[in-house]
């Protein structure tokens, strides 16, 4: 988890950023704006000849307030009258617009679907040239899902802001952009589906920004796109809540640490939204135009996912789960500043950076600190795939190799021995009168005598070589890089140490003594051959009296060293 702390500290850093951005705010550069009354129905054509009697203030100078339906028209005055200047419409998403202007009034259809658009700025703001400012500025808007926000600029404090913007967007949209090609990469090599969810995800949300904003049409492989128009929009933000739960029902192991909340969670975040997206679909092959009754819907599953979302995966956060904690960190900020962003445009009041910026920002967040959390899981996987491999690989006893796992170390070490042409031996260990011990002793008393030569063996080992129990009371122990000679000397060394050493244990006394079978691997050796070798040389100790030490020689004669007997 101190990773995702960290992950805080970088996000909030570039959470700073918006602050260098030019904000709109105070002065908008607008006297006031006037709204054509309800009940009066205008084609742009008639507009210009309204009375005054027609047109009612509105309170708010900074917002196209009052509109019936999402529709209606305003007339603006500019608060400067000294030169040119742009009119801007904030996050315009579906309004449809039409402007007057001075000095030919002729009607200027824009909305951010558009393909002929200027590329030179983002899709943020419509502009709108206002040549002549001591005139007013008439704007027709349809489909609007909120009050729209407006304001007076000259172009290069247009150009400022924007340029703000598009960093700060841009940055925002690098990040999900990056997690996502990764976590994809991570998923072509691993195939694990939790990746793919991950990678989707990230992917969705970014396709939503874009799209939401508008810059997603400028860009030509996604220009096809506008043909959809809001509908698109919705498809994708729906979209990406069903692909987000199933994401988090995998990635925080909701499932079996909170079976009914994720049923639930299920229910409302994915097969609701699913069959709202098949109503959607079935709608435009009907041909019906009216389709007001999604954004409720929707934005009701939104919220209810959300919250139960949250509730989930505290719940299984309380009860252990380290993976929620992480979705914890990275989502309750996205949804609260998702959810304030959502309020704020919808009472129509401008939008502070923060806010602004903070869906993009807190998307990164979100972006980085599950990241972190994949990268905490996968290690977590490792650990536990390392000690199953562990398990499988070592004897329960006494914790040496078993016999699979000293049979893959022996192959291994044939292997370089011939690739590096360095030495290496094998010494076949067996203790002595072993059943007598058993049956005399017990089977405790026997497995503490194992235990005992294993940790005798292991004071006499180097690191690099290998020690493994091979059969009851059978112990093979590989020494890579060691001649005959070598081996022989260790060998020795672990003959009286063990006669030494384990003359009593746990009180009974065995006298424990080894019988060892030394051989150097040969180049015509193979994995069965070394350790069949190695046997005849043990085998050949135990008849000449046990407690010895037999070397087996190149021309398979046998090489005594003054064996020590009992």
């Known amino acids: 988890m101190k990773a995702a702390w960290w992950a805080v500290c ?12 030019h904000a709109r705010g105070g002065d908008n550069g607008m006297a006031r704006i006037e709204r054509l009354q309800s009940g009066v129905d205008a084609a742009p054509g008639q507009i210009l000849q309204q009375p005054e009697s027609a047109w009612t203030s509105t309170a708010e100078p900074n917002q196209l307030a009052g509109a019936k339906h999402g529709s209606g028209w305003w007339r603006l005055h500019a608060r400067h009258a000294d030169d040119v200047r742009l009119l801007l419409v904030y996050h ?3 309004a449809r617009l039409t402007v007057l202007a001075p000095p030919d009034y002729q009607p200027q259809h824009r909305s ?35 009050p729209l926000q407006v304001a007076v600029r000259t172009r290069e404090d247009f150009s400022v802001e924007d340029y703000g913007h598009v960093r700060v967007l841009w940055l925002s949209l690098g990040i999900l952009i990056g997690v996502s090609l990764v976590t994809l990469l991570f998923w072509l090599q691993l195939r694990e589906r939790v990746y793919l969810l991950f990678a989707a995800t990230m992917a969705l949300q970014l396709m939503y920004v874009l799209l939401a904003y508008g810059d997603a049409y400028a860009l030509t492989m996604f220009g096809w796109l506008a043909r959809f128009g809001v509908e698109g929009i919705w498809f994708i933000a729906t979209a990406s809540t069903i692909v987000t739960v199933f994401f988090l029902l995998d990635f925080a192991e909701l499932w079996p640490r909170a079976p009914m909340l994720s049923r639930m969670l299920f229910a409302v975040g994915a097969v609701l939204p699913s069959l709202l997206l098949v109503a959607l679909l079935v709608s435009g092959l009907m041909g019906t135009h009216d389709r007001n009754w999604f954004p409720p819907i929707g934005n009701s599953l939104l919220l209810a996912a959300n919250v139960l979302a949250i509730v989930t995966l505290t719940v299984v956060w309380l009860r252990g789960g380290r993976h929620a904690g992480f979705v914890l960190i990275a989502w309750v900020p996205l949804v609260t500043v998702s959810t304030a962003r959502a309020l704020q445009l919808g009472s129509g009041r401008p939008l502070n950076p923060w806010l602004e910026y903070g869906l993009p920002l807190m998307q990164a967040f979100a972006a980085v600190v599950l990241v972190l959390g994949l990268a905490h899981r996968m290690r977590m996987f490792q650990r536990e795939r390392d000690a199953a491999q562990q398990d499988a690989e070592h004897d329960a006893l006494t914790r040496v190799f078993n016999r699979a796992g000293t049979m893959r170390r022996l192959d291994r070490a044939i292997g370089e021995n011939r690739e590096r042409r360095l030495p290496l031996s094998v010494l076949f260990l067996d203790l002595d009168h072993f059943k007598r011990i058993n049956d005399t002793h017990g089977h405790a008393v026997g497995d503490a005598c194992l235990g005992a030569v294993t940790e005798v063996i292991r004071s006499e080992m180097q690191p690099e070589q290998s020690l493994g129990r091979i059969g009851g009371e059978e112990f093979l122990l590989l020494l890579p890089g060691a001649a005959r000679r070598q081996a022989r000397d260790l060998a020795e060394r672990i003959r009286e140490q063990v006669a030494l050493r384990c003359a009593e244990v746990q009180g009974a006394p065995v006298a424990l003594t080894l019988s060892i079978g030394v051989v150097e691997c040969q180049p015509v050796d193979n994995t069965a051959s070394l350790l069949q070798r190695a046997d005849e040389a043990m085998y050949q100790a135990k008849h000449e009296g046990r407690n010895r030490v037999v070397v087996l020689d190149r021309r398979d004669g046998v090489d005594r060293r003054n064996p020590v007997t009992p």
Not at 128 to 146: K, L, S
Request: aromatic fraction near 14%.
């Open 10 to 21: 970088v996000v909030a850093w570039l959470a700073l950023l918006p602050a260098g951005a």
């Open 92 to 94: 315009p998403y579906s």
């Open 112 to 146: 951010i679907f558009d393909s002929e658009l200027s590329s030179g700025h983002s899709r943020r703001a419509l502009a709108f040239a206002w040549d002549d400012t001591t005139q007013p500025v008439y704007i027709g808007v349809e489909d609007a899902r909120y």
